[in-house]
């Protein structure tokens, strides 16, 4: 019997990045004496620990917080981000700097931070963008989407640093609704950027 053709045969391609990505936090929340060293700290950041600003990402206040950051950026990756690698890794590279960068300029109460939960969302919004047809159909990232919405406007209304659906281990943690705010603000620039790119590429 003759072997399929080589386009035929199903080719599993892992997300590597966000693999990596998800093992490190779990290499963090393995080992909890290394939070304070690695959380997005105001007074920190102020002396020059710039390297917080990614490692902070992957420090989370409890199991429940990380498996449902961790759980969510696998999902994200294993669907969407193998299909679009490139938006995906530059993601997870920029939208950090760009989160902490809002925190640290327009949120000066927001003293520590820590988590995937603003990386999962401006992600989650870039590549469903980039993946939806428009087709009434196509109804599943827009509703993950929507339920996302929801959590942030819960947030807003309990006044910006509350609410949310996760339990913190440390109780003077709160959501921070300006980093989910700042990963929307990154999706819709990202979006917008790669949109005029890809459509000026195809006009050469």
Known sequence: ???????ARFRFRAPWFFCAVAAAAL????????????????????H?????????????????HFVADGGLLLIVGFTLGREF?????VGLLLMPPAIC????????TM??????SA???GLLLLLAARSWRGDWRDW???????????????????????GGFIEFDDPGVKVATSAHLAAVGYALVAWGVGAWWRKHALQK
């Open 1 to 7: 019997m003759d072997s399929p053709p080589p386009q």
């Open 48 to 64: 020059g620990e710039w390297w917080r600003i990614w490692t902070g990402q992957i420090v989370h206040f409890g199991w429940p």
């Open 119 to 121: 990386v999962n969302l």
């Open 85 to 89: 690698p490139r938006d995906s890794w």
């Open 27 to 46: 290499v963090v929340q393995l080992r909890p004496e290394w939070r304070e060293a690695l959380v997005y700290d105001r007074t920190a950041l102020a």
């Open 111 to 116: 003293a520590r931070y820590a988590g995937l």
């Open 140 to 162: 599943f990232w827009p509703a993950i989407v929507v339920i996302y919405a929801v959590e942030l406007g819960y947030e807003i209304w309990k006044g910006g640093h509350g």
């Open 101 to 108: 960068g809002v925190l640290y300029w327009l949120d000066p």
